[in-house]
């Protein structure tokens, strides 16, 4: 036992080895051990192999069978590996066998959401709500507001005054208020709905442990390294089996949308918003060459290049994507765009943009899980726009021919030409399944996956304006 204990005190350490090597110890002294398995899967997800964590996980479901922390990991693995149907019917067991549990019922509704199941998810969530309260509660309450009839709003509510003081965290209290503003709004409580997004926010930004103004050192050296020079030297010529996409921009100018419509084109897969370039490039950069990004990029050789490229590769491996054109979706991808040129010089950019204030109330109307200020405040917001504005500014006329720029605007009120016309800059030719997006049961776990399972609308192009004069109000006094 005091084997076993060493090794999960390893792995919360995130000592991954020695925590495998005292795994595998305990296994061969009982290779029933249903923990030191569940721990042996839980270092595979992490280190990204998954289908040996499937094997290990699989194993530990056998040997915990009363335990539910080994089921969403086994599900989680099967997700990973484009099998969404076992991940639905490992966690309908885990709910067949936990009926009276919060939490599995809220994993399951999640599921549900990300894959387009919306009446499933609705009615898991009902059920969940008829649990003994936990945790979860408030947020499968904050998940019904959104999908629930006006008349089935009030009795919400008053489930999260009942619930009101049971949870100390502040991300339950964000939550509510988040749930009670969107309650308020869908009953045309505007006063009181944008009153709870001010608590929501307010509260939010508190935790947060920096400014916008914090970031504008980094954004001038990416400015001051990817000058005219960087991009006048010789790229390699590098001749790529796919084309990478990398859609940047603000978050809410509709990423996901644009990713949806053009995953339903039979030549382009999507990584959805992948992390790899600043998680596993960049810090591969700055070890093989002693400087922070973005001045790495201005000591590149071949074979760094070569290394980045099989990286990004292998984890197009990893999300099975099999297609000629290869969407990353990461809005914030607009500070790697530089270093993207050196290791992708074929790569498209696809820029997306939205007007000011529809974009700044739909991140303000969301509840964004990081604690990062541009998430949660109007002010923030309007320093990180300006940011990203001026970053694109200095990149397209260096990138003319890389870079394309889609209003949001645009996208809603004249889908089909302007997919064509990405679809052109991608050099594919159009084909009309795009514009059956909403059909799609492909994984979505975005702010947006309720929105993208419906056809287009102009709804999201004027719902701001309702708040126009209380978002005004912040955005003066907060200047003044």
């Known amino acids: 036992m005091l084997l076993l204990d060493r090794a999960t005190e390893l792995l919360l350490e995130n000592r991954l080895r020695e925590a495998e090597f005292m795994f595998k110890q305990v296994l061969k002294q009982n290779p029933k051990n249903g923990k030191a398995l569940f721990g042996l899967g839980r270092i595979c997800m992490r280190l ?27 599900a989680d693995a ?21 009926r009276h549990n919060a939490q ?26 008829e649990c003994p309260p936990s945790g979860v509660s408030i947020f499968m309450i904050f998940e019904l507001m959104q999908l629930q009839s006006a008349a089935e709003i009030p009795a919400l509510m008053q489930r999260i005054t009942e619930l009101e003081g049971s949870y100390e965290h502040p991300t339950f209290h964000i939550v509510a208020y988040h749930a009670m503003a969107t309650g308020h709004q869908a009953l ?32 001038n050296r990416v400015l001051n390294t990817f000058n005219q020079d960087y991009f006048g030297k010789p790229t390699d010529k590098v001749q790529s089996t796919f084309t990478p996409v990398f859609i940047v921009g ?41 400087r922070a990004f973005p001045e790495c990029a201005l000591e590149l050789s071949t074979s760094m290049l ?61 509840h964004f899980a990081e604690d990062e200020p ?28 890389s870079i394309y720029t889609v209003s949001y605007e645009k996208l809603i009120e004249e889908p089909e030409r302007t997919v064509q016309k990405i679809l052109n800059f991608t050099y594919l030719k159009y084909e009309p399944e ?15 996956k309720t929105q993208v399972r419906q056809p287009l609308h102009e709804r999201s192009l004027s719902r701001w304006k309702t708040f126009e004069s209380a978002m005004e109000k912040v955005l003066n006094n907060e200047k003044g």
Not at 106 to 126: C, P, R, S, T
């Open 374 to 401: 541009y998430f949660c405040s109007l002010t923030e917001f309007q320093h990180y726009a300006a940011i990203e504005a001026q970053v694109m500014e200095h990149f397209k006329p260096l990138l003319k021919r």
């Open 250 to 290: 603000l978050p809410r100018t509709g990423s996901t949308l644009l990713e949806q419509i053009l995953t339903q084109h039979s030549q382009v897969g999507s990584m959805g918003e992948s992390v790899v370039i600043s998680d596993k490039i960049v810090p591969y950069l700055e070890m093989r060459t002693e």
């Open 104 to 129: 599995i019922h809220y994993h399951l509704g999640q599921f549900y959401l990300d894959h387009g199941f919306i009446d499933n998810a609705k009615q898991v969530f009902e059920k969940g709500l």
């Open 48 to 74: 990204e192999q998954y289908d040996n964590a499937i094997y290990y996980l699989k194993r530990a479901c056998e040997h915990l069978p009363k335990m539910l922390d080994p089921l969403y990991a086994l």
């Open 306 to 366: 070569d290394y980045c490229r099989n990286v990004y590769v292998d984890e197009i491996k990893k999300h099975r994507v099999q297609e000629e054109v290869v969407i990353n979706k990461l809005p914030a991808n607009f500070q790697n765009i530089g270093l993207i040129y050196k290791i992708f010089p074929q790569a498209k950019i696809i820029h997306l943009t939205r007007d000011f204030m529809a974009n700044a109330w739909s991140v303000y109307s969301n």
């Open 188 to 219: 045309g409580e505007n006063e009181k709905a944008f009153e709870f997004y001010q608590k929501a926010n307010d509260l939010q930004l508190s935790q947060c442990k920096f400014k916008t103004a914090d970031m504008l050192p980094f954004f």
């Open 434 to 448: 795009c514009m059956e997006f909403y059909k799609s049961r492909s994984k979505v776990e975005t702010l947006s």
């Open 78 to 98: 099967f997700i990973a590996v484009g099998s969404p149907v076992d991940a639905k019917t490992v966690l309908e067991y885990a709910l067949s066998v936990a």
